[in-house]
């Protein structure tokens, strides 16, 4: 089974990736440690200045279609090539015990998402492999409030790191992981 499990993270990293290689990304890890209370207390202060009415969901079968469509609204203001994720695909991603997608919802409207899976020998590393947010909802709070969900979610099962890669040529969004207490290994 755990064949299986790779074969499902590297469809998923592919898709994400756009096929670029790793000298386009870079790559970077966030110790669990390092999110302090005070750390964790700074981002919910500056989320909540931000949108207030954010509610976050783990994926469920029926969100494909919507997933999609938020994956395809987000991806066409980056300057990166977009490639949708199949049906097929998500349905078998979104069964992966080891995959989680997120959906943020803000005033009862699908927004965001997040796409986290475990790694490492002892599954012990959480991988933030995507994180998107609506252009007109970006800068608003939405990506720290998700950031904060997912790192909520990885402490609850114990991870000792967290990892992610950001394409060079995604300035914002490499600034915004710095902002969630990343940095480049």
Same mark, same amino acid.
């Given at each position: ?48 200045? #931000?949108?207030?009415?954010?509610? $976050?969901?783990?994926? !469920? ?8 469509? *938020?994956? &395809? %609204? ?64 970006? #800068?608003?709070?939405?990506?720290? $409030?998700?950031?904060? !969900? ?8 114990? *991870?000792? &790191? %967290? ?23």
């Amino acid at each position: 089974m755990e064949w299986f499990r790779s074969l499902l993270q590297k469809m998923l990293a592919e898709t994400l990736d756009d096929l670029k290689s790793d000298s386009d990304y870079i790559k970077m890890k966030l110790p669990i440690e390092k999110i302090t209370n005070q750390f964790e207390k700074s981002l919910k202060i500056r989320a909540e200045h #931000g949108i207030i009415n954010a509610k $976050i969901r783990e994926a !469920k079968l029926s969100d494909i279609e919507i997933f999609q469509k *938020l994956h &395809e %609204l987000i991806w066409q203001n980056t300057h990166m090539r977009y490639k949708p994720f199949s049906s097929d695909l998500l349905r078998d991603l979104i069964k992966d015990p080891n995959i989680t997608f997120l959906i943020a919802q803000v005033d009862g409207i699908d927004s965001g998402f997040g796409i986290v899976y475990f790694t490492g020998n002892k599954k012990d590393v959480g991988v933030v492999a995507a994180l998107g947010v609506l252009p007109t909802l970006q #800068g608003k709070g939405l990506g720290t $409030i998700l950031g904060l !969900k997912i790192w909520e979610f990885f402490k609850n099962k114990g *991870l000792k &790191e %967290l990892h992610c890669r950001v394409s060079k040529e995604n300035k914002n969004g490499y600034k915004f992981i710095r902002s969630l207490g990343f940095e480049e290994y």
